[in-house]
Every structure is written in structure tokens, then in C-alpha cells.
Nanobody
Framework: QVQLVESGGGLVQAGGSLRLSCAASGSILSINAMGWYRQAPGKQRELVAAITRGGSTNYADSVKGQFTISRDNAKNTVYLQMNSLKFEDTAVYYC????????WGQGTQVTVSS
């Protein structure tokens, strides 16, 4: 069993920054991809950013140049640095990892006030 613990969400004014963290623990084999998804009210969950074990990244067009994903393989942790936050970035952000199977975090709320 793999557990994911997310942290770093909260309330921030537009233009501000937040850094999300997601630490994986438990029966970890070898984590391949790690990523962040988000789901706004009334919308489908969407990929925000992903990173492979080797460091290759992929971003949604809406966050390119604004968000940065990184990971610490030794700590089994993935981060999402979010800058210049906008009201439309408000959502629940979910961590996701692929370790043979896909695992999800519990979600952390990010609210951007205009």
C-alpha cells in the first residue's frame, strides 16, 4: 500500500504564490511518473503538470511559464511551485504517482482571491 500526503494549499491573493508538496510512503517499488491534477467546481479533473523519474516534464498549456513541477527521488516527493496565481487557478489539487499502479492523494484546496 502506498500513501500520499499533500500539503501547501491555502488561500492566496491573485498574483501570489504557493508551493504544493506531495510525499509518498509505504510499499513503494520504483515511482515512474509523478504529477499534479486539479478539479475546479463543476469541471472535470485535468492534468496540470507531470514529471518522469528522469526529470522530463509536461505542462498544461494554461500553466506553462507559471507553474514549475519538480521532484526529489530520494524523498519520493513531488512539488508544484505556483506563481502569479489567478482566480481561475482555484481548485482542489491532487497528487498522482505511477508505481506500477496509480495512486492519488486526498487533495488540497487552493483558493485564489481576486
Amino acid at each position: 500500500q502506498v500513501q500520499l500526503v499533500e500539503s501547501g494549499g491555502g488561500l492566496v491573493q491573485a498574483g501570489g504564490s504557493l508551493r504544493l508538496s506531495c510525499a509518498a510512503s509505504g510499499s513503494i517499488l520504483s515511482i515512474n511518473a509523478m504529477g499534479w491534477y486539479r478539479q475546479a467546481p463543476g469541471k472535470q479533473r485535468e492534468l496540470v503538470a507531470a514529471i518522469t523519474r528522469g526529470g522530463s516534464t509536461n505542462y498544461a498549456d494554461s500553466v506553462k511559464g507559471q507553474f514549475t513541477i519538480s521532484r526529489d527521488n530520494a524523498k519520493n516527493t513531488v512539488y508544484l511551485q505556483m506563481n502569479s496565481l489567478k482566480f481561475e487557478d482555484t481548485a482542489v489539487y491532487y497528487c498522482n504517482i505511477l508505481d506500477g499502479l496509480a495512486y492519488w492523494g486526498q487533495g488540497t484546496q487552493v483558493t485564489v482571491s481576486s
